[in-house]
């Protein structure tokens, strides 16, 4: 069916934000310009990077509006759940798909994901999935408050998920702050072997820009980074030290961002960079994210790409949001 010709209850977003949106579409148009050779005209016709023996869109879609991972308040995320049903969260996947993206970065939310890829399946999807790991994946309600415990947790999810065929996996960047701070980095080399003996690529998160040059310096084998834009994990000490007091939330700052990039390009491998909104902060105006999605890219190395989540319920998020990387790359 044709977009134009969609219903409002067909179309992943309000009818109401719909005409907004087309009015500011059009005042916008010669601003969001792109190169033919830039156009998301079939699937996978975005720009792309290597990962391993993988073709990446530089432009990754992200879960955590799916999931209900907002990074605001509960009741962001209960809102987030609410609208993302089944049946919408595999259109979102199928819109952005159709417009060129091949990578979906999740983590794994229990039944709620197992159904929404599978209804994706249904529908015709074939996204390549990377997979970030959590030690409570197969279990929310465990704590897993020890680096062994973590170790166990993560292997036992990776054995479990490797079903699904994952491009690769990826250690979750709140169990890389958490042994570095227990002074067990090297408990990561075990997560690298075991993805790589699953046959799936390694890759290692983290939001601390000092870790991800650390593990650069150190030489392990993994394959690839995700570094979060925004160091939000920090201790109420660490705070602290560098600003002077403790923020009454995450905390996310505007000098975050470029200490990341920086560390970026110092290392070699690919890096997949998260956070660029700030997690929705830079989504006041639609120039607003338009220069921090060109940000990103201008500040990161030719051969990373970026993971964006969406939350298109007010507006058609996918063909912005494409239509931005595309601006900031031509």
Same mark, same amino acid.
Request: a neutral charge.
């Given at each position: 069916?044709?977009?134009?010709?969609? @219903?409002?209850?067909?179309?992943?977003?309000?009818?109401?934000?719909?005409?907004?949106? !087309?009015?500011?579409?059009?005042?916008?148009?010669?601003?969001?310009?792109?190169?033919?050779?830039?156009?998301?005209?079939?699937?996978?016709?975005?720009?792309?990077?290597?990962?391993?023996?993988?073709?990446?869109?530089?432009?990754?879609?992200?879960?955590?509006?799916?999931?209900?991972? @907002?990074?605001?308040?509960?009741?962001?995320?209960?809102?987030?759940?609410?609208?993302?049903?089944?049946?919408?969260?595999?259109?979102?996947?199928?819109?952005?798909?159709?417009?060129?993206?091949?990578?979906?970065?999740? @983590?794994?939310?229990?039944?709620?994901?197992?159904?929404?890829?599978?209804?994706?399946?249904?529908?015709?999807?074939?996204?390549?999935?990377?997979?970030?790991? @959590?030690?409570?994946?197969?279990?929310?309600?465990?704590?897993?408050?020890?680096?062994?415990?973590?170790?166990?947790?993560?292997?036992?999810?990776?054995?479990?998920?490797?079903?699904?065929?994952?491009?690769?996996?990826?250690?979750?960047?709140?169990?890389?702050?958490?042994?570095?701070?227990?002074?067990?980095?090297?408990?990561?080399?075990?997560?690298?072997?075991?993805?790589?003996? !699953?046959?799936?690529?390694?890759?290692?998160?983290?939001?601390?820009?000092?870790?991800?040059?650390? !593990?650069?310096?150190?030489?392990?084998?993994?394959?690839?980074?995700?570094?979060?834009?925004?160091?939000?994990?920090?201790?109420?000490?660490?705070?602290?030290?560098?600003?002077?007091?403790?923020?009454?939330?995450?905390?996310?700052?505007?000098?975050?961002?470029?200490?990341?990039?920086?560390?970026?390009?110092?290392?070699?491998?690919?890096?997949?960079?998260?956070?660029?909104?700030?997690?929705?902060?830079?989504?006041?105006?639609?120039?607003?994210?338009?220069?921090?999605?060109?940000?990103?890219?201008?500040?990161?190395?030719?051969?990373?790409?970026?993971?964006?989540?969406?939350?298109?319920?007010?507006?058609?998020?996918?063909?912005?949001?494409?239509?931005?990387?595309?601006?900031? !790359?031509?």
């Amino acid at each position: 069916m044709d977009r134009k010709n969609r @219903s409002s209850d067909e179309h992943p977003f309000l009818e109401s934000s719909r005409r907004d949106f !087309l009015k500011t579409a059009t005042t916008a148009a010669a601003g969001l310009a792109v190169p033919k050779s830039l156009a998301a005209e079939a699937d996978g016709a975005l720009p792309t990077v290597s990962l391993g023996p993988h073709r990446v869109t530089r432009l990754i879609v992200g879960s955590n509006p799916i999931r209900g991972y @907002s990074h605001f308040n509960p009741i962001t995320n209960q809102q987030m759940v609410e609208w993302y049903t089944d049946e919408r969260a595999a259109q979102v996947l199928l819109d952005c798909q159709k417009a060129g993206i091949n990578t979906f970065q999740a @983590s794994y939310f229990q039944e709620r994901w197992e159904r929404i890829w599978d209804l994706f399946h249904k529908k015709g999807g074939h996204l390549q999935w990377i997979y970030l790991t @959590s030690a409570a994946d197969l279990d929310p309600s465990a704590r897993y408050s020890t680096p062994e415990a973590i170790l166990e947790g993560q292997i036992a999810a990776m054995k479990t998920l490797v079903k699904h065929k994952p491009i690769a996996m990826v250690h979750h960047g709140g169990h890389t702050n958490a042994l570095w701070r227990a002074g067990k980095l090297d408990y990561i080399k075990t997560y690298i072997d075991k993805a790589h003996e !699953l046959g799936c690529l390694a890759g290692v998160s983290t939001v601390n820009p000092k870790i991800l040059t650390m !593990l650069e310096e150190q030489g392990f084998e993994n394959d690839f980074y995700m570094a979060g834009f925004h160091y939000n994990e920090r201790l109420p000490e660490e705070w602290m030290k560098e600003i002077g007091t403790v923020p009454v939330d995450e905390g996310w700052i505007a000098s975050d961002p470029p200490r990341m990039a920086e560390a970026v390009r110092s290392v070699k491998k690919p890096v997949l960079v998260y956070k660029v909104l700030s997690a929705g902060r830079k989504c006041q105006s639609e120039e607003q994210k338009r220069e921090a999605i060109a940000w990103a890219y201008k500040n990161i190395k030719p051969i990373d790409a970026a993971i964006i989540g969406l939350y298109p319920r007010y507006s058609d998020q996918v063909t912005e949001t494409v239509q931005m990387m595309q601006q900031a !790359l031509a």
